[in-house]
């Protein structure tokens, strides 16, 4: 089993800055992937980025790349999402995931572990 916890969302302005955390703990070492998807209010949950184990592979949305920097401490067990420039677009929950499989991808179904999500408010 894999637990997922979210942290560091918050109410922040446009043009903002925000960095979401996302603890693993459990069979840490059989994660492969982790990701980041968002889900905004009356909207269907939708890929951010994902990010390999040893980070040799990254994958961006493009409504957020260049503006959202995915990255992992493997020592901590830790990824993050660095968010600059954000919009009221991005008004969203955001949900950490991890998958075992070796197989990097951006579907929602690929994952089988999820964390509670951390809402994050753009005010305009």
């Known amino acids: 089993q894999v637990q997922l916890v979210e942290s560091g969302g918050e109410l922040v302005q446009a043009g903002g800055s925000l960095r979401l955390s996302c603890a693993a703990s459990?069979?840490?070492?059989?994660?492969?992937?982790m990701a980041w998807f968002r889900q905004a209010p009356v909207k269907e949950r939708e890929f951010v980025a994902v990010?390999?184990?040893?980070?040799?592979?990254?994958y961006y949305a493009d409504s957020v790349q260049g503006r959202f920097t995915i990255s992992k401490d493997n020592a901590k067990n830790t990824m993050y999402l660095q968010m600059n420039n954000l919009k009221p677009e991005d008004v969203a929950v955001y949900y950490c995931?991890?998958?075992?499989?070796?197989?990097?991808?951006?579907?929602?179904?690929?994952?089988?572990?999820w964390g509670q999500g951390t809402k994050v408010t753009v005010s305009s």
């Open positions: 459990g069979r840490t070492g059989s994660i492969y992937s």
């Open positions: 995931a991890a998958d075992l499989s070796h197989i990097i991808s951006r579907e929602m179904s690929r994952f089988y572990y």
């Open positions: 990010i390999s184990r040893n980070a040799g592979t990254i």
